[in-house]
């Protein structure tokens, strides 16, 4: 398991057909790579949710196009994608006592998976995690 700090942009866009596309061509035009996304309409509006691996130049890209957007940092642990991993690092969480504001994870079913913690607390998230998993090894 790898665990560490990362960033989300989250994306106000409008609540109409083609705006998920708009952004997500806007940032793969520059050579971006998205490693996750997700979405959803709140009160009339779009939001998107972005983890790519330059999210400063996303943001501003995204932002110069007129779209409403903001960073937030997040804790991105990678683990293998075998049956129980997942359940096995929301256990460790809840054990800390941390409170999750937001996750969502995926995977293509073949190796690693990715899950993307949202907290008012992530260095303590992933300090959590590391130390439980370098106090497994021997």
């Given amino acids: 398991m790898k665990a560490e700090k ?3 942009l989250i994306v106000h866009a409008p609540d109409q057909p083609g705006e998920l596309a708009k952004v997500m061509k806007l940032v793969s ?6 490693r996750a996304y997700a979405g959803w309409v709140s009160e009339g509006t ?15 890209l995204i932002s110069d196009a ?26 460790k969480i809840a054990e800390t006592g941390i409170n999750l504001e937001s996750v969502f994870a995926s995977t293509n079913g073949d190796g690693d998976y990715l ?3 949202q907290t008012s607390d992530v260095d303590r998230l ?13």
């Fill in 115 to 117: 899950t993307v913690f």
């Fill in 6 to 8: 990362g960033s989300q």
């Fill in 126 to 138: 992933i300090s959590a995690l590391t130390e439980s998993e370098s106090g497994q090894r021997e």
């Fill in 66 to 91: 007129g779209f409403e957007a903001r960073e937030e940092e997040v804790a991105l642990v990678t683990d293998r994608d075998v049956i129980g991993s997942g359940s096995k690092i929301v256990q």
């Fill in 29 to 34: 035009d520059f050579g971006i790579n998205i």
């Fill in 46 to 60: 779009g939001r998107i949710i972005l983890i790519t691996e330059d999210n400063t130049k996303a943001l501003s």
